[in-house]
């Protein structure tokens, strides 16, 4: 009987070996691709750097404009309106432009316009942070008398990134400036200027990044999708700022509205917030400022009675004028209940539906009659 070599429970151990770690490999390297918020990759960015170049606003990053107004929607209602004096504009993100809904007339900002029966002006633009809505007012020449700057909770995460494709990977280099606090006061970071080392940025991003919370290898958890996979995973699974969030939140920004998270980005967002308003003020315009919730907000409201925000709010200088929607939507309605939230949204992760725009633009005309804004 012949009884196998040392040399060959060698080889059998050593082919095993490699084919699990191979497996591993395979199997991490799948997971990074499905889910690619968990490291950095930088053959994601496929657009071209003269195509980046033609597209991007040298101020604000990226830019939307649709009409001849400035506007990024367009108001059916604008023929019928006699008395264009008196005017508001709207300054957000995606929630401020009504993604998601493609007919103008069910946007709240020109439900609001043909409620009021008075010109309303859409700024918002897609992806943008509470940083660069209160950089497009500020290069608005003839703002209107009446501004409103709509920060999305989720807007938080965005005031403290400058390479949107770290927070949300896409195809695009997506670069925005960036405020940081310098001994007490806002100073602005204007977005990375590349010239011709695009890609030397591609491949050490962080050169160009230093004011980004979401740097890789940073404490957000993000790293270089490299060999071997598997290590990039371990770490990422370890400390990625999404990952992290599971247990205590409903979503990856919630943890950011904490006084002592390490971003800092609740006093940027306060000092964003506050700098609109003292600025409108200086113009002798009238700033109100309003929060927009998300459907994950309601779902932290539910389980813990507060939103996800309020550490925001309770440092705000509230003098001025301030609309919370999530708080105001709660006690629109006895015995709010999750199925209401969802009633107002495309879905649990999307943009608000025609009823949500109906709600909202209620809200806000309550609040500015009770004030006697207009």
Excluded: C
């Amino acid at each position: 009987m012949n009884i196998p070599s040392k040399h060959l429970y060698r080889k059998v151990i050593l082919v095993i070996s490699i084919f699990i770690f191979i497996s591993i490999e395979i199997i991490s390297f799948l997971i990074l691709e499905i889910y690619p918020n968990l490291s950095y990759d930088e053959n994601r960015i496929t657009q071209s750097f003269i195509e980046y170049q033609n597209e991007r606003d040298t101020i604000l990053g990226w830019n939307k404009v649709v009409n001849k107004f400035g506007n990024s929607r367009n108001l059916p209602n604008r023929g019928f309106v006699k008395d264009t004096f008196t005017q508001i504009d709207f300054y957000g993100d995606s929630y401020t432009y009504g993604a998601e809904v493609n007919d103008d007339k069910y946007i709240w900002t020109n439900l609001i316009s043909k409620k009021l029966n008075i010109i309303v002006n859409n700024k918002g633009v897609g992806g943008f942070g509470s940083d660069q809505s209160y950089l497009k007012f500020k290069t608005n020449k003839k703002p209107s008398a009446i501004v409103v700057l709509n920060h999305l909770s989720e807007n938080i995460i965005r005031n403290v990134n400058q390479f949107r494709h770290l927070i949300y990977p896409s195809n695009y280099y997506d670069l925005k400036p960036i405020f940081i606090l310098e001994d007490n006061q806002l100073k602005l970071i204007d977005l990375p200027e590349l010239k011709f080392d695009v890609e030397k940025f591609k491949k050490t991003p962080n050169s160009y990044l230093k004011h980004d919370f979401f740097k890789i290898g940073s404490k957000s958890g993000i790293y270089h999708k490299k060999f071997p996979y598997s290590l990039t995973l371990f770490k990422s699974l370890l400390t990625n700022w999404k990952i992290k969030s599971i247990f205590k939140f409903y979503s990856g920004y919630q943890p950011f509205y904490n006084l002592d998270h390490e971003s800092n980005a609740v006093y940027v967002t306060k000092s964003i917030l506050e700098s609109f308003i003292s600025d409108s003020k200086k113009r002798d315009l009238i700033p109100i400022i309003t929060i927009l919730p998300t459907y994950r907000d309601f779902e932290f409201y539910d389980k813990y009675g507060y939103f996800p925000y309020k550490p925001l709010i309770d440092l705000l200088d509230k003098k001025s004028f301030f609309i919370d929607f999530g708080h105001e939507i709660i006690f629109s309605k006895k015995n709010f209940n999750l199925n209401d939230a969802l009633n107002l949204y495309k879905s649990k992760s999307s943009h608000m539906n025609e009823n949500g725009h109906e709600i909202i633009s209620e809200i806000f005309l309550i609040y500015i009659k009770k004030n006697k804004i207009l």
